[in-house]
């Protein structure tokens, strides 16, 4: 049963916009926190580790407030879905991230749904993120 009943080149874009958008907000996100600003809208929100926070200018601070100075991430996977008929799209992410020097990876999970912005681009409409901690 075909669930997604547009064509198959349409997915294949939807997924190369999110993995582009992936790997630019991590860039971003690792390179300059305070940058990520442009890719979030007043009526965004985050939920980071359980705390939900909403608008573009309390995110980016809940974001360059986090503990630590210097961050890689290594995203693993990136799945994306449509989402909505406005031509949204929902991206799950996994992967390991460094901070500070700290040479053991945590592991984590965000999501985003992404919006268009109207310009031919998107912004961060939901992002959720949560360190995965090992089963005990």
Same mark, same amino acid.
């Given at each position: 049963?075909?669930?997604?009943?547009?064509?198959?080149?349409?997915?294949?874009? &939807?997924?190369?916009?999110?993995? *582009?958008? !992936?790997?630019?907000? /991590?860039? @971003?996100? #690792?390179?300059?926190?305070?940058?990520? =600003?442009?890719?979030?809208?007043?009526?965004?929100?985050?939920?980071?580790?359980?705390?939900?926070?909403?608008?573009?200018?309390?995110?980016?601070?809940? &974001?360059?407030?986090?503990?630590? *100075?210097? !961050?890689?991430?290594? /995203?693993? @996977?990136? #799945?994306?879905?449509?989402?909505?008929? =406005?031509?949204?799209?929902?991206?799950?992410?996994?992967?390991?991230?460094?901070?500070?020097?700290?040479?053991?990876?945590?592991?984590?999970?965000?999501?985003?749904?992404?919006?268009?912005?109207?310009?031919?681009?998107?912004?961060?409409?939901?992002?959720?993120?949560?360190?995965?901690?090992? =089963?005990?």
């Amino acid at each position: 049963m075909l669930l997604y009943n547009r064509s198959t080149r349409s997915l294949q874009r &939807l997924i190369v916009r999110a993995d *582009q958008f !992936v790997a630019f907000y /991590y860039k @971003t996100f #690792d390179e300059n926190r305070q940058n990520l =600003a442009m890719l979030y809208r007043d009526e965004s929100m985050l939920t980071f580790e359980g705390n939900p926070v909403q608008g573009a200018a309390q995110i980016v601070e809940k &974001l360059g407030s986090l503990p630590f *100075q210097k !961050v890689q991430h290594q /995203y693993s @996977t990136a #799945d994306a879905q449509p989402s909505g008929g =406005a031509g949204g799209i929902i991206v799950m992410v996994t992967g390991a991230l460094l901070v500070d020097e700290e040479q053991k990876p945590m592991s984590y999970t965000q999501t985003f749904q992404l919006l268009p912005d109207g310009q031919g681009s998107y912004f961060v409409f939901n992002d959720v993120f949560r360190l995965v901690y090992p =089963a005990a």
